[in-house]
């Protein structure tokens, strides 16, 4: 840049050199702004780069070997599960028990050549053997007698148990199609495949039908497991999205998990309603992320808010190509250590569990704080790092509220763990036709989960309350509910005979 020959100019000069450099100095501002925006963009394109790749463990790498583990328990502890373990299994499966001789060709003595002298002396230790029989349907064909008095009367036999009016499907197929959808989470074309392959060609149509006539009988004990969240001192809750076909917008599916129960909520959209319309002014401890739809109901006077430690650790493993993260990572890690030490102690949600967090787990809490304090300002605001500071340091009394209840974990993987069925089966069957399906989707899924939270077969378990349900009174209907319920008693050789 040549200054002005003629010093007559020298405002003009001063004028314009004044705007350049403030034309510059805007240049320098945009060139800042748009090198944190590729900061951000860059960021984004990792992690979506980590996720196409498949690897999301948050599993560290030891540097070094870890130290022998002590054995848990003594050999006779171990002895007794095994034993324990193996009756179970007996009990539960079929058992056949075949008789193997001993081949023409060995039943002479090698010595002295007769066989008269051979005698049977017992058997040898059994040798067992598991086999898989491919499972299997039947189609009962009951011929109802009729008999009829000279004087008018008819009477005839009682129709089998349905599910509904005029179908050909008894409550044990309609269960078996429930859990092989909400449990293994097969697409209806899948089973559609499965069930031609087995004899029973059946559209999707059928299936569809089927499917949603069993959330329509089962509703009832829906209402019946919803109204008990409120109820309940210590719920986690979370949620998930998935599509409907006649909707731009996404849809959600929630659940609510209490120390019973699984509950799923289906809503069109991820405001605040669905939680407060599930839990309204129940008091107690909810454990969620730190979504906004959950400011409602955990106000004063309501429920108090427990974070979720694993968020707080996600966030900062995603960074950890950073060294201070290190750092953080190891007090989180013996924070959980401490919690599986109460866990193998069995005092968990016990006031030696309390005991244990405050004199042990409370002061890495607070070392993990005072590292989020140090570092507060040592990274680019927009930072992944920086975010996860922040998140640590504005969320500190949410996250450090299972120091103060021993009934809370530290994290909310169990809402997360009960999402998980809603992911794989919207990876398979991708969407829902309407809002009416979503509802009947959460209704299922409900009644599915509880059952394997309780440890309760879902398929025994929807075959007997599809039956009894349409008889059952509507004042004891929590009777039902997967927590609660009783198998039937299992029929005499005098019934099953006149069965037959």
């Not at 450099?21 to 963009?41: G, H, I, R, W, Y």
């Not at 209806?188 to 559209?203: A, V, W």
């Not at 707080?312 to 290190?326: G, M, Q, V």
């Amino acid at each position: 840049m040549v200054p002005p020959p003629d010093d007559e100019h020298d405002c003009g000069w001063k004028a314009y050199s004044a705007a350049q450099a403030a034309k510059l100095d805007e240049q320098n501002a945009k060139l800042s702004d748009l090198t944190e925006k590729l900061a951000v963009v860059t960021a984004k394109l990792d992690e979506l780069s980590k996720r196409s790749r498949g690897h999301r463990s948050e599993r560290r790498r030891s540097p070094k070997m870890p130290p022998p583990v002590a054995p848990k328990s003594d050999p006779s502890e171990a002895e007794k599960k095994r034993r324990a373990s193996a009756e179970l299994r007996n009990t539960k499966l079929e058992t056949e028990i075949v008789a193997v001789p001993v081949p023409p060709e060995g039943c002479r003595c090698p010595n002295c050549g007769g066989d008269e002298k051979i005698r049977n002396v017992g058997f040898e230790k059994p040798s067992t053997v598991y086999e898989y029989v491919p499972g299997y349907f039947r189609r009962r064909i009951f011929q109802r007698q009729t008999l009829a008095c000279r004087c008018g009367y008819i009477v005839t036999a009682p129709a089998p148990d349905r599910v509904g009016e005029k179908t050909r499907y008894a409550p044990s197929f309609i269960a078996h199609l429930v859990v092989a959808k909400c449990s293994s989470s097969m697409p209806q074309y899948r089973l559609e495949k499965e069930y031609r392959n087995i004899g029973i060609p059946m559209s999707r149509s059928t299936m569809c039908g089927l499917f949603h006539r069993g959330a329509h009988e089962l509703k009832p004990l829906y209402t019946a497991a919803l109204g008990l969240v409120p109820l309940a001192a210590d719920v986690h809750a979370d949620e998930t999205s998935i599509r409907q076909i006649d909707i731009k917008k996404k849809a959600y599916i929630w659940d609510f998990v209490t120390p019973e129960l699984i509950v799923y909520c289906y809503a069109a959209d991820r405001s605040g309603d669905t939680p407060k319309r599930v839990l309204g002014d129940s008091q107690g401890r909810l454990v969620v992320d730190q979504h906004t739809g959950y400011n409602a109901i955990t106000k004063p006077g309501k429920r108090t808010r427990a974070g979720c430690l694993a968020h707080a650790r996600r966030k900062i493993f995603e960074n950890s190509e950073h060294p201070e993260a290190k750092e953080a990572l190891d007090l989180i890690g013996e924070i959980y250590a401490i919690e599986h030490e109460a866990k193998g102690a069995g005092i968990v949600g016990t006031d030696a569990h309390l005991e244990l967090r405050k004199f042990r787990s409370r002061p890495i809490f607070a070392k993990l704080l005072c590292w989020g304090r140090r570092y507060r300002h040592s990274f680019e605001p927009r930072s992944g790092i920086a975010k996860a500071v922040r998140y640590l340091l504005r969320n500190h009394r949410a996250l450090g509220c299972f120091l103060r209840h021993p009934t809370i974990p530290p994290d909310n993987n169990p809402a997360e763990a009960g999402l998980r069925r809603i992911a794989v089966g919207r990876s398979n069957y991708l969407f829902v036709g309407h809002k009416e399906s979503g509802e009947d989707h959460a209704i299922l899924y409900t009644l599915v989960a509880s059952c394997e939270k309780n440890g309760v077969n879902p398929v025994a378990y929807l075959t007997d309350v599809l039956t009894r349900i349409q008889t059952h009174p509507a004042s004891r209907i929590q009777e039902l509910l997967p927590h609660r319920w009783k198998p039937p008693d299992p029929p005499t050789h005098a019934s099953a005979a006149m069965g037959a």
